[in-house]
């Protein structure tokens, strides 16, 4: 069998998400649990990447029926972002519940809205792929209580407040004694 360098060194398939499901389709009604995983690079949404070179994870139950074959567990993958308040590093991990359907494409239990089973085949890539993109976060912080950066100048307010501050600004200070004289 072909196989690719994976980042880590090792040995992986070079196509580590396709399954042979013959038996579990002779068996109608049956189950079986498949666990893959590899690189599937070109993954990002806006903002958000999980990077070339690492692996997702996929752990699914695939149990057949008259009409295909029915996916169900959990995709994952790491991703990493910048926070939206202050553009520093964020990471973390995608974990997608799916449940998805695997159809013949033509005949009478064709399915356009399935992923498709192609002879005794099925490819769980595409399924982890869209499960991924899903998954990914819109706008990430790097944590809940992120104070972002001063639209002003520019300092990190996580970091040190700045005089552009209306509460730091010395200049409002005589105000402040003016509106609220000493007793
Ligand atoms: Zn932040
Ligand atoms: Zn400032």
């Not at 057949?64 to 926070?83: F, H, L, M, R, Y």
């Not at 998954?135 to 944590?143: E, I, M, S, T, V």
């Not at 520019?154 to 000493?182: I, K, M, V």
Request: overall charge negative; aromatic content about 4%; charged content about 25%.
């Amino acid at each position: 069998m072909a196989t690719a360098l994976g980042q880590e060194g090792t040995r992986r398939p070079a196509r580590p998400f396709i399954v042979q499901v013959a038996a579990l389709r002779k068996a109608i009604g049956t189950s079986r649990h498949e666990h893959r995983d590899g690189i599937i690079n070109g993954l990002a949404a806006v903002g958000v990447v999980v990077p070339d070179g690492s692996v997702t994870d996929v752990d699914l139950e695939l149990t057949s029926d008259p009409g295909g074959i029915t996916a169900q567990g959990v995709v994952k993958a790491p991703w990493t972002s910048e926070c939206r308040r202050c553009g520093g590093p964020v990471s973390g991990m995608v974990e997608a519940d799916v449940r998805e359907r695997f159809a013949p494409t033509t005949g009478r239990y064709a399915d356009e809205d399935a992923y498709p089973l192609t002879g005794d085949e099925i490819d769980l890539e595409p399924l982890a792929r869209d499960a991924v993109l899903l998954g990914l976060p819109l706008a990430p912080l790097c944590r809940e209580e992120c104070r972002g950066l001063c639209p002003v100048c520019g300092t990190d307010l996580n970091e040190s407040p700045c005089t552009c501050q209306p509460a730091g600004d010395p200049r409002w200070s005589a105000l402040d004694a003016l509106r609220d004289p000493p007793a």
